[in-house]
C-alpha cells in the first residue's frame, strides 16, 4: 500500500471493524457487519482502497475476538497481499477512541509520523481517490489533524462540524438534535503523532464510552483539526442499518451497470 504515499511521512491505518452491528439484527449474529455485501463486494474493502489511497505502510484492523480469524486472513480470500496487516482485538465497547486505543501497541514503537483511521461501517462506494487529501491537509493548514467532511440534509446521526474560513475546525458536536444541515464526520480521520498521548487523556462520556469527539477536541483546543471535504461523487454511505446498507449497494450497483 506504501507506494501510492501521497506524503512523505511513513502512514499507518487502523479500520474499525469491531462492534456488534445491533441495528442490523439478526444478521449480525452470525456475520460482522463489516463483512456484509455492498453489492460485488463485503463493506471492509471499501476501507481496504481508503487505506491504499492513503499509502499505508502498516494495516491494523481493529476486530472482535471471534472475527479475528477471518480479518487475519484478508489477504488470501480479499487480496492486497502486498499490504502488512495486522490484527488486535477489542476487547472491550468501550468506543471509538478505545478502539483507536488497541492499536497503539502496535503502531507507536514503530514511529510512524502519520495516522490514517477509518470506519468500517462507513464507505465511499464510487471512488476513493480523493482519500490522500486527508495526508495532504497536514501540509496545507499545519494543522495536526484532519476529517473528512460532507454536506447532510439531516445530520443528527453522525458529528456535526463546525469550521472557520479557513476550514479549520473549532466544534465538533456528537448527534445534536438539530433541524439544519451542516458538514458531517464520514469516519475518515488523520492524525500526527501526538495522537497516542492524547488518547490517554480522554476520559469516558456519560456514556460510558471513550468518544473520537474528545480526541478531536484535544486537537481543537490547539487550533490544530482541519477538515477536508468528501466530493459528492464519492458515494458516502453510513451502512448501520438495513436502509442505508440497501441504499449503499443500490448505489453501487448503479455505477458499474
Given at each position: ?45 471499501f476501507s481496504m482502497e481508503v487505506m491504499a ?205
Amino acid at each position: 500500500m506504501g507506494e501510492l504515499n501521497p506524503v512523505s511521512e511513513r502512514v499507518a491505518g487502523i479500520v474499525l471493524v469491531g462492534g456488534t452491528g445491533s441495528r442490523l439484527f439478526p444478521t449480525t449474529r452470525a456475520v460482522n457487519k463489516h463483512l456484509l455485501p455492498v453489492y460485488d463486494k463485503p463493506a471492509v474493502a471499501f476501507s481496504m482502497e481508503v487505506m491504499a489511497e492513503c499509502g499505508v505502510d502498516t494495516l491494523v484492523l481493529v476486530c472482535n475476538a471471534e472475527d479475528e480469524p477471518t480479518y487475519r486472513s484478508i489477504p488470501s480470500w480479499l487480496g492486497y497481499a502486498e499490504s502488512e496487516i495486522r490484527t488486535v482485538v477489542q476487547r472491550e465497547a468501550n468506543g471509538i477512541a478505545g478502539a483507536i486505543s488497541c492499536a497503539r501497541e502496535h503502531l507507536e514503537p514503530e514511529g510512524y509520523e502519520r495516522v490514517v483511521v477509518a470506519l468500517g461501517d462507513t464507505l465511499y462506494v464510487h471512488d476513493s481517490a480523493w482519500a490522500g487529501g486527508i495526508l495532504g491537509a497536514f501540509e496545507t493548514t499545519g494543522c495536526g489533524a484532519a476529517v473528512a467532511v460532507i454536506e447532510h440534509p439531516d445530520p443528527r446521526d453522525f458529528g456535526i462540524v463546525e469550521s472557520d474560513e479557513n476550514g479549520t475546525v473549532v466544534r465538533v458536536r456528537e448527534k445534536a438534535d438539530v433541524r439544519y444541515g451542516g458538514q458531517v464526520c464520514t469516519g475518515l480521520y488523520s492524525f500526527d503523532g501526538s495522537l497516542w498521548k492524547r488518547l490517554e487523556s480522554v476520559v469516558p462520556s456519560a456514556r460510558g464510552e471513550l468518544e473520537i469527539t474528545s480526541l478531536l477536541e484535544s486537537y481543537i483546543d490547539d487550533g490544530g483539526l482541519a477538515t477536508v471535504t468528501v466530493p459528492e461523487e464519492a458515494g458516502w454511505f453510513d451502512v448501520g442499518t438495513p436502509d442505508r446498507l440497501v441504499d449503499a449497494a443500490v448505489a453501487r450497483r448503479r455505477l458499474l451497470a
